[in-house]
């Protein structure tokens, strides 16, 4: 049952951390919506601030997996979770 309860704070981090993300990808959508409206010229200036976020939001998110960080953190908690990281 212990085992089970870390496990689980892993994945709602991870569950949190991925709708943070999706909801910067919504917003995304948003600004490039905004940006083509018929009624004003065409402008991308939200849409490059969001896409530069977005960027550093992700690189930062793989840096963490690909480190070591997330998935080394997974597998230390959760043993059983060993195969599926490889």
């Known amino acids: 049952m212990h085992d ?15 709708r943070r993300l999706h909801a910067l ?3 995304m959508r948003a600004e490039i919506a905004h940006s083509v409206s018929p009624d ?3 402008s991308f200036n939200g849409v490059a601030r969001v896409l530069a976020r977005l960027r550093e939001e992700l ?17 230390s908690r959760c043993p059983r979770l060993a ?3 490889k």
């Not at 309860?5 to 892993?10: L, S």
């Open 40 to 42: 004003e010229q065409p």
């Open 25 to 27: 990808l919504r917003h």
């Open 4 to 18: 089970d309860q870390e496990c689980r704070c892993y994945v709602d981090h991870l569950i949190a951390e991925h």
């Open 83 to 85: 195969g599926e990281a």
């Open 59 to 75: 690189e930062q998110h793989f840096a963490q997996e690909e480190g070591g960080g997330c998935l080394d953190e997974a597998v």
